[in-house]
């Protein structure tokens, strides 16, 4: 199953990664960007190096680096470490051109890149971005984008659905796994975060971030069938296997897109 939680954790504090791998999270972001200042950078990068270098293939496996920007001046600085700490997971901010995933999907080999689209320019080319070397996952960095058009999102994402279904299709163009929603900063509102976690979900996103590990129960309870979604998916399987190409279920007739729907709402759930 697909990662349905990111839980970010900031680079320069190792006392926590351990304990982000154990919260439940889905997938851990290691984070070298925007919770780290600049002059702690350095310390950041030996501290996931030194962590790596005794990790698990089980933990590495959760793991994803969320490097600086290609502008950055430290952009090549963190593709060292992703290469020498043989990072496999890495999640390239203001992902615009194909040039900067091509220098890092060359990092490592096999390595898995989440592109973070947070600009107006990554939206316009979230086709390309999505098709992109090692690209796995399309990610809408809302904060960003919201800062890069100067919308005011307040209590409504309305504002995020254009470039929310923007990001939808190109990953279906792309044969990628559904995109993943942005960060919810109210870490202590579980009403906005349900809400947020349901409307990122209406608009075909199938995993979100997280900045706190008390975010990802309710995520993962958004973002995975309920019982009486699997319930019912079974049901369908059941009876289309039983019965194919004329069967009912609750007075519906089973079709091919029925019968699709169920297969993937059973491969949505949890292991």
């Given at each position: 199953?697909?990662?349905?939680?990111?839980?970010?954790?900031?680079?320069?504090?190792?006392?926590?990664?351990?304990?982000?791998?154990?919260?439940?999270?889905?997938?851990v972001v290691l984070d070298l960007e925007d919770a780290v200042a600049p002059e702690a950078k350095g310390a950041a990068r030996d501290a996931i190096a030194s962590w790596a270098a005794s990790a698990t293939n089980t933990a590495r496996e959760r793991i994803f680096v969320r490097i600086n920007d290609a502008s950055s001046s430290v952009f090549e600085e963190d593709l060292r470490v992703l290469r020498e700490a043989r990072i496999?997971?890495?999640?390239?901010?203001?992902?615009e051109l194909e040039d900067p995933l091509k220098r890092l999907a060359a990092t490592v080999e096999g390595i898995a890149i989440l592109a973070l689209v947070e600009t107006a320019r990554g939206v316009e080319q979230a086709q390309i971005v999505a098709a992109g070397p090692a690209v796995t996952r399309l990610v809408f960095g809302t904060l960003d984008f919201a800062l890069d058009l100067d919308l005011d999102i307040g209590d409504s994402n309305e504002a995020l659905a254009y470039a929310a279904s923007r990001l939808a299709i190109a990953s279906r163009l792309a044969g990628l796994e559904s995109p993943v929603a942005g960060v919810t900063p109210q870490i202590d509102d579980e009403a906005r975060l349900l809400s947020d976690a349901a409307w990122s979900r209406r608009h075909g996103f199938g995993a979100k971030l997280c900045i706190h590990p008390r975010q990802i129960a309710t995520v993962h309870a958004v973002?995975?069938?309920?019982?009486?979604?699997l319930a019912w998916a079974?049901?369908?399987?059941?009876?289309?296997?039983?019965?194919?190409g004329a069967a009912q279920v609750d007075g519906r007739m089973i079709d091919r897109p029925?019968?699709?729907?169920?297969?993937?709402?059973?491969?949505?759930?949890?292991?």
């Open positions: 199953m697909s990662p349905r939680s990111y839980l970010f954790v900031p680079g320069n504090r190792p006392e926590r990664f351990e304990k982000a791998l154990a919260s439940g999270a889905d997938a496999a997971g890495a999640m390239l901010p203001k992902a973002l995975s069938p309920s019982p009486a979604e079974q049901r369908v399987l059941a009876a289309d296997a039983a019965s194919p029925v019968v699709l729907q169920a297969q993937r709402l059973l491969k949505r759930a949890p292991a």
